[in-house]
């Protein structure tokens, strides 16, 4: 990953500025360095052994840390020679490795924390790198087109509430009702999963299939298979009562 942070760097060097800024490569690897490691925490704040462990891990990064699976770590500080953003990535990429290995959290997404930290530590606070993943998310939010299964969903009693079926999308005509619960996702208990990791599963490939379970009141749980096609979710709806059109804004697209 140290071809991204080089090449976004030296880009921001280039073209948004008028020259490299004052802080030395030291300071801006050390701050990348504390950005990494706080995201190891908001992950696993139980790897510590305790709460003064944290912050000398934080303040000093010199500190062997075990983790809860007794992997121990010894993280050094920046060396004083780093002379560019490629020496700075090759000394971060041995503890992205490690704090990846040990938290589950992909290389690349720290790779992008550490990045943007460095961005508004010595350029604006109010620019930001956008990874992959997350412009892949962005650009469907803002075109309003997915590939899915084209249903409203939000989280409900540590299971996932169908609001409504997406009109013209591949569950419309499904017999979906609001108020269903998804129980599992291709056999797959999702009791207590996150939402956002629902939504990732239930997203795929256009003619591809995903089966749900749905509990519906009193009634025996029952398979539904559905698939996959583009979503065009609706900026806005409306619905006219009386003489008066209620209109709800849902999203801001293109």
Do not use: W
Request: aromatic share 6%; net charge negative.
């Amino acid at each position: 990953h140290c071809e991204i942070y080089t090449t976004v760097l030296d880009r921001f060097d280039q073209e948004h500025f008028s020259g490299p800024t004052n802080m030395s490569h030291q300071e801006m690897a050390t701050i990348a360095m504390d950005s990494i490691l706080k995201s190891a925490m908001d992950v696993d704040m139980e790897a510590f052994e305790s709460t003064e462990q944290i912050g000398q891990f934080v303040d000093t990064r010199l500190n062997t840390v075990t983790f809860d699976n007794g992997v121990e770590v010894t993280f050094p500080e920046a060396p004083a020679d780093l002379d560019s953003y490629e020496a700075q990535c090759h000394f971060l990429q041995a503890p992205v490795n490690v704090i990846s290995s040990i938290t589950g959290i992909e290389e690349v997404e720290l790779t992008d924390t550490a990045i943007n930290a460095v961005i508004r530590a010595t350029r604006d606070p109010h620019s930001s790198f956008i990874g992959a993943s997350d412009l892949q998310e962005m650009q469907e939010q803002t075109s309003g087109q997915f590939a899915g299964v084209g249903l409203n969903i939000m989280s409900y009693n540590g299971f996932i509430r169908i609001e409504e079926a997406v009109e013209g999308g591949p569950s419309e005509n499904l017999g979906f009702e609001t108020g269903d619960l998804i129980t599992h996702v291709n056999g797959d208990s999702i009791e207590d999963v996150p939402l956002q990791e629902v939504v990732d599963t239930l997203k795929g490939e256009p003619d591809t299939d995903v089966t749900v379970t749905i509990q519906r009141g009193e009634e025996d749980p029952f398979d539904v298979t559905i698939t996959r096609g583009i979503v065009v979710a609706p900026a806005v709806v409306g619905e006219l009562v009386g003489d008066i059109l209620h209109l709800e804004i849902r999203t801001f697209n293109d």
